[in-house]
């Protein structure tokens, strides 16, 4: 039995934040098919940009729940 849109969502809070992005990209890339390869480079570089901003303590992350109501918020309008 194939997993559920849940189950794959919770299996992906236990991955690395790098494992995750990567999902992401791969799952958008699948979505639209193809991508100007200048543009995915330069997504892959702001995306480290962000990411080393984040482990050095320069910026602060936001946590899942944080981000859900944000979401939520803004669906809501």
């Known amino acids: 039995m194939p997993m559920t849109l849940d189950q794959i969502v919770e299996e992906a809070h236990h991955l690395p934040a790098t494992q995750v992005a990567e999902l992401v990209d791969r799952l958008t890339l699948d979505l639209h098919?193809?991508?100007?390869p200048s543009i995915?480079?330069?997504w892959?570089?702001?995306t480290?940009?962000?990411w080393n901003e984040?482990?050095?303590g320069r910026e602060k992350g936001v946590s899942s729940e944080e981000m859900k109501g944000r979401i939520r918020g803004i669906l809501s309008r």
């Open 54 to 56: 984040i482990e050095s």
């Open 40 to 42: 995915e480079e330069a």
């Open 48 to 50: 480290q940009r962000r």
């Open 33 to 36: 098919h193809a991508v100007d």
């Open 44 to 46: 892959k570089k702001e």
